[in-house]
């Protein structure tokens, strides 16, 4: 594993593994969740990139500024785009929750992005109260407040998005409601895959057949 640091603030870096063999693999950029928020880090994302690594592919398990860490929007987001900046390669994004958020706006942002997996992604931040909440505190402000930032930021208001995506969500989620991707995948044309009797957090547990599902979306886009 070695690192990569993209910036100067000590959250601006990623951890970017390689199959033996050298760096000619594909690459996939995996996102953390966690709300946006500075008690949740990149280490969720490392079993997620060891298994992505044992599969054959490169994976880039980015940090990111996040809120009460020097994040926020802009900030956030240009840290995602930046990370993908410091690879020569083009990458699928794959996120979990408001990495899922960050996996397909940079779908739509990045020239170097092929394609995104969401698991659980925070997709339209105007349609549940709570995801709104939430939001706000990313974007620093209510839709009518900063409207300007929720047009720059919702991946609801950026479609069309000509990149395959892939959602994957848990019929049994009490964090983000399946409504997101379902909303979205009729809006965007983007593959779902609802998976019953599963929440929220089994789609990172590398040991859930949750997470094969979404591993296997992320090879399949990347080859």
Known sequence: MRRVTYGT???QFGELSS??????FPVVVVIH??????RYGLELGRPLAADLTAHGVRAFNVEYRRVDGGGGWPATGDDVLAAIDALDADVVTLGHSAGGHLAVWAAARHPRVVGAVAQAGVLDFLQHPRITRRAAELLGGT?????ERYADASPAALLPIAKPMVLVHGAD???VPVAQSESFAASSGADLVVLPGVGHMELIDAGHPAWAVCRDAALRLAR
């Open 19 to 24: 199959p033996a063999g050298g760096d000619s």
């Open 173 to 175: 989620d009490e964090d």
């Open 9 to 11: 603030h000590p959250s």
């Open 33 to 38: 969740g966690g709300f946006w928020h500075q």
């Open 143 to 147: 839709p009518d407040e900063v409207p």
